[in-house]
Nanobody, 128 residues
Framework: QVQLAESGGGSVQPGGSLRLSCSTS????????MGWFRQAPGKNREGVAS???????TYTDSVKGRFSISRDSAQNMLYLQMNSLKPEDSAMYYC??????????????????????WGQGTQVSVSS
């Protein structure tokens, strides 16, 4: 059974930092591409960052240079280091693994349906 659980969210002032963690139990999908998405109230879920099994990363333009995604496969963990946070970064953040049917899929930051499993989310609020 695939399980993901996010933690590390909270409230910070603009310019602050947070590190999100995602504890995973991925079974046969442990080598699939993983990523972070976020969803603000009234908006669609948007991709933030992804990482493949070889450590190759992609980021949406708005977080480049500020956020860093990483994974520790030995510990079954996914991370998102967020620096220089802005109010517009406020959202519920979700980790996910790209799976379709019984195989790994390609995670597309523009398409949340490319994610086969989601965690429950962790809230990030950035305000002064």
């Amino acid at each position: 059974q695939v399980q993901l659980a996010e933690s590390g969210g909270g409230s910070v002032q603009p310019g602050g930092s947070l590190r999100l963690s995602c504890s995973t139990s991925l079974g046969p999908y442990s080598r699939c591409q993983m990523g972070w998405f976020r969803q603000a109230p009234g908006k669609n879920r948007e991709g933030v960052a992804s990482i493949d099994r070889d450590g190759k990363t992609t980021y949406t333009d708005s977080v480049k240079g500020r956020f860093s995604i990483s994974r520790d496969s030995a510990q079954n963990m996914l991370y998102l280091q967020m620096n220089s946070l802005k109010p517009e970064d406020s959202a519920m953040y979700y980790c996910g693994v790209a799976r379709k049917y019984l195989a790994c899929a390609v995670l597309d930051l523009r398409d949340s349906t490319s994610v086969g499993h989601w965690g429950q989310g962790t809230q990030v609020s950035v305000s002064s």
